[in-house]
């Protein structure tokens, strides 16, 4: 096949800008899509925010500092309960009631059970010894504040003394000798239910302390309902807040 000259090859070269005698338009570019950025929730932190110490985040109320013995100046009043199964809801409501609303009656008091002896002589070593010591007892009660007072009775517990211990128809048969560290003690027991209290009480040291035992008609579960027993023990109380070095 022969070639075709040079001058005779087909020019396919097209010059763009020149169809329609002008440029071509040039062409928009598509928008960059733009991705959501997901929100971590981080605070800026800024020279002026700076992200506190772990430690400087703890709230102050939770950190309780130890309060060391014979610490606290202020009077202790405890008011301890009987085992409620002694108690006769129809001769006296709720039981043991009057005990609970004679330690209500008296500013600062607190009201334990029978069995919480430890946690009593816990908070009563965190006392000044200049500030008083009274507890109050009923049934079962009565027996763990005679308890009480006598461990508190030693050598190891400095003779620790009690300024008013009040018994009302304590249960037990051991503890008709109050320990010579009370100073003044009442008892009051019932003429019946001779199966539930322990008689008259006795000092162990007559010049060191006061005992003074009032026989009560009431049976075991009205004694503390009584109002003249309530008032004596009112009374006896506040008298015993009104003494010592603590309002020197």
């Given at each position: ?102 330690a209500e009656s ?11 002896k430890e946690e ?129």
């Amino acid at each position: 096949m022969p070639k075709l000259p040079l001058e005779a090859s087909p020019d396919y070269k097209v010059e763009l800008t020149s169809i329609g005698g002008g440029s071509l338009p040039a062409m928009p570019l598509p928008p960059t899509p733009s991705l959501p950025v997901p929100e971590l929730g981080l605070p800026e932190i800024t020279p002026e925010a700076k992200p506190e110490p772990v430690k400087d985040r703890i709230k102050l109320e939770e950190i309780k500092p130890e309060v060391k013995d014979g610490s606290v100046k202020r009077p202790a009043i405890f008011f301890i309960k009987g085992l409620d199964v002694f108690s006769s809801p129809l001769k006296s409501e709720g039981g043991y009631a009057g005990v609970g609303r004679i330690a209500e009656s008296i500013e600062g008091s607190r009201l334990y059970g029978w069995d919480q002896k430890e946690e009593i002589k816990k908070e009563i070593k965190k006392i000044h010894p200049d500030y008083p010591v009274i507890l109050v007892g009923h049934s079962l009660g009565g027996d763990t504040a005679i308890e009480i007072a006598d461990e508190l009775d030693s050598l190891k517990e400095g003779f620790r003394n009690i300024d008013l211990l009040v018994t009302m128809d304590a249960v037990g048969f051991s503890h008709d000798i109050i320990p010579q560290n009370v100073k003044h003690h009442l008892n009051v027991f019932g003429e019946k239910d001779l199966f539930l209290n322990d008689g008259p009480h006795v000092a162990r040291r007559e010049e060191k302390t006061t005992v003074r035992n009032i026989l009560s008609p009431h049976d075991h579960t009205d004694i503390d309902d009584d109002r003249e027993i309530q008032f004596e023990i009112v009374n006896l109380i506040q008298n015993t807040l009104k003494k010592g070095p603590h309002l020197a």
